[in-house]
């Protein structure tokens, strides 16, 4: 067995591109061998995934990674998918109450900002994302959308991706994703690792011994950052992979 049992990698920025451009098969085609190989003879990291995506998203990619036995966190800590019973388990601290929250704070969203061409991102079970085709835009409103959540009572905490408000329970993060994920498994923190490119990723990186980025990284999450790549998104990814076995 080598020095770590497990890779917790974010998606969007490092296995797929943030914008609408396809996936790179024949290189996520490299990970889905890596994850057999690491089933079968138990001398690797297994990959998993943690990311702000929907659940329907996380599960999909999971199993084309070829990922049949470790949990993957979804929507920012809200779910774990279990490939292994193909299970599903939300957040303890998330009931019917909170919910409805999220569905007050996306009607809310809409009456200030549909008009200016933000959309809420489909699938999300207790949290919201806002969409916008310019980041800038998606900058200038995120101040106020904080202070709106605020004004309402609503605990949601607002961050930013290249192209979406992501608008999360203060509890829940993928911090507390991973630590969900660790108990069940009984995986040692001490031998893990996770990759990362935004914010939300510094979740990923207090949690794991060793914490890697692309270099299309945010200047946080590099400084952050054990190990920081010179290749961008997959590319990054497969650059930390080898680094991590050569280690």
């Known amino acids: 067995m080598g020095r770590y049992d497990l890779l917790i990698c974010d998606i969007d920025g490092c296995l797929a591109p943030e914008t609408s451009e396809p996936m790179n098969i024949e290189k996520l085609s490299l990970i889905a061998d890596h994850n057999r190989l690491a089933t079968a003879r138990q001398d690797r990291p297994i990959i998993t995934l943690c990311s702000g995506r929907p659940i329907p998203f996380v599960e999909t990619l999971c199993r084309v ?6 949990p993957c966190v979804a929507e920012n800590g809200v779910w774990l998918y279990d490939p292994s019973n193909n299970g599903y388990a939300m957040d303890e601290s998330i009931g019917p109450d909170e919910v409805k929250m999220v569905h007050a704070a996306e009607q809310r969203m809409m009456e200030l900002y ?16 806002l969409y916008h085709p ?17 004004s309402q009572g609503w605990p949601l905490r607002v961050s930013l991706t290249l192209f979406y408000i992501n608008c999360d329970f203060s509890q829940i993060s ?37 914490f890697g980025c692309p270099s299309n990284a ?11 790549s010179e290749h961008e998104q997959i590319d990054g990814v497969l650059d930390f992979i080898q680094h ?3 280690n």
């Not at 969900?180 to 207090?206: C, K, P, Y």
């Open 244 to 246: 991590l076995e050569s």
């Open 65 to 70: 990674l070829q990922n049949t036995t470790v």
């Open 218 to 228: 945010i200047a946080s999450v590099k400084a952050a950052a054990d190990f920081i």
């Open 114 to 129: 549909h008009e200016h061409g933000v959309r809420i991102q489909p699938g999300k079970s207790a949290s919201l994302s």
């Open 134 to 150: 310019d980041p800038n835009y998606l900058e200038s409103i995120a101040p106020a959308v904080e202070k709106e959540f605020h």
């Open 174 to 210: 993928k911090a507390t994703g991973i630590r969900r994920l660790l108990s069940q498994t009984g995986i040692d923190a001490h031998r893990t690792a996770g990759i990362g490119d935004t914010s939300s990723d510094l979740g990923i990186a207090e949690m794991v011994e060793t």
